[in-house]
């Protein structure tokens, strides 16, 4: 299974909801990550968490707060966005150990904020 | 991380070769040149990496130049599900760094 799944595909929500995007993989990866992209502009890093520890943190504001529950599963808990927050936040996952390992990607959450 | 510059658009026709360039001038002796490509309304999937020598997968080919300033990938013919943006971009290996920096990428058009 080289599958990296997100759920859900879209989600669209005002700016005082509470909600969180979900990814799975099975490939045994210990680093996952997330990366947001707005249109037409390439995937920008926010998280990395490597053996279930946050290992980068992009400056993100704290208006996003990811979680790895465990090796399997990646969250990101989302709270009071802003209509830029607009995006598709996607999903990936790799072997351990930096540099030549590939990342797997998923196909990505499309988020809308009224 | 090192900056690497391609074409922001190249077109192609279908069952031709397609030579997209990269250059990396300022590339390190621990870089690996990595290209991922992203189809549309998809993420992004890995195509192929390299260190100095030439490399060969399923996917593509790469090409690298003599004095590593500089990279080729070579899709050897190319069809309509080839068209996505592909990305250059490097890593280097020995940094306890996992970040993917994704440049503007080139947008491939193959026409039927």
């Known amino acids: 299974d080289t599958e990296v799944t997100q759920t859900p595909k879209h989600l669209v929500m005002g700016m005082t909801n509470k909600k969180s995007l979900k990814c799975e993989q099975h490939?045994?990866?210990?680093?996952m990550y997330w990366y947001k992209q707005k249109a037409k502009k390439p995937p920008e890093l926010m998280f990395v968490y490597s053996y279930e520890k946050l290992s980068i943190n992009e400056s993100v504001p704290s208006r996003f707060s990811p979680e790895c529950p465990n090796s399997s599963l990646l969250n990101l808990h989302l709270h009071a966005l802003q209509p830029e927050d607009s995006a598709l936040y996607l999903c990936a996952s790799s072997q351990d150990g930096p540099g030549r390992n590939e990342q797997f990607f998923g196909p990505g959450t499309r988020l809308t904020v009224l | 991380d090192a900056k690497t510059t391609q074409p922001n658009s190249m077109e192609s026709n279908e069952e031709e070769p397609v030579h997209l360039p990269c250059n990396h001038s300022?590339?390190?002796?621990?870089?690996?040149i990595h290209w991922y490509r992203q189809l549309p309304s998809q993420g992004p999937e890995y195509v192929i990496h390299?260190?100095?020598s030439n490399v060969n997968n399923r996917m593509a080919s790469l090409a690298i130049a003599e004095d590593r300033k500089s990279s080729t990938l070579i899709l050897h013919r190319a069809t309509l599900r080839d068209a996505a943006v592909y990305y250059c971009i490097l890593r280097d290996v020995g940094s306890s760094n996992y970040k993917l920096t994704f440049g503007k990428g080139t947008l491939l058009t193959v026409n039927p």
């Open positions: 390299g260190l100095t």
């Open positions: 490939m045994g990866h210990r680093a």
């Open positions: 300022t590339i390190s002796g621990t870089d690996y």
